[in-house]
């Protein structure tokens, strides 16, 4: 079974920074791309940053700049650099892994990111 778990959420000022981190519990094979998430109260989970197996990485157009998803040479963990951040980035942040030819999606269990004054 797949475990992916996280840390590094919390509270924080706008125009801060906060650093995301994911590590899959009993090492992960056959990783498509690696990435997260994010759900804030009353909207759908959305799209962060990915980066899969050639190192190729995705951002949302809301984090361009300023969000930088980065991985271990063996895709069994995956980190977000969020800088600048900004209240519209308050939200629980979930870490993905796509694995295996089926692409299987398995999830962490979340970590909450507050951004406020």
């Known amino acids: 079974q797949v475990q992916l778990v996280e840390s590094g959420g919390g509270l924080v000022q706008p125009g801060g920074s906060l650093r995301l981190s994911c590590v899959g519990s009993r090492g992960l094979f056959g990783v498509n791309a690696m990435g997260w998430y994010r759900q804030a109260t009353g909207k759908q989970r959305e799209f962060v940053a990915n980066?899969?197996?050639?190192?190729?990485?995705n951002y949302a157009d809301s984090v361009k700049g300023r969000f930088t998803i980065s991985t271990d040479g063996a895709k069994n963990a995956v980190s977000l650099q969020m800088n600048s951040l900004k209240p519209e980035d308050t939200a629980v942040y979930y870490c993905n892994a796509d694995i295996g030819k089926a692409h299987f999606n398995y999830w962490g269990q979340g970590t909450q990111v507050t951004v406020s004054s």
């Open positions: 980066i899969t197996t050639g190192d190729n990485t």
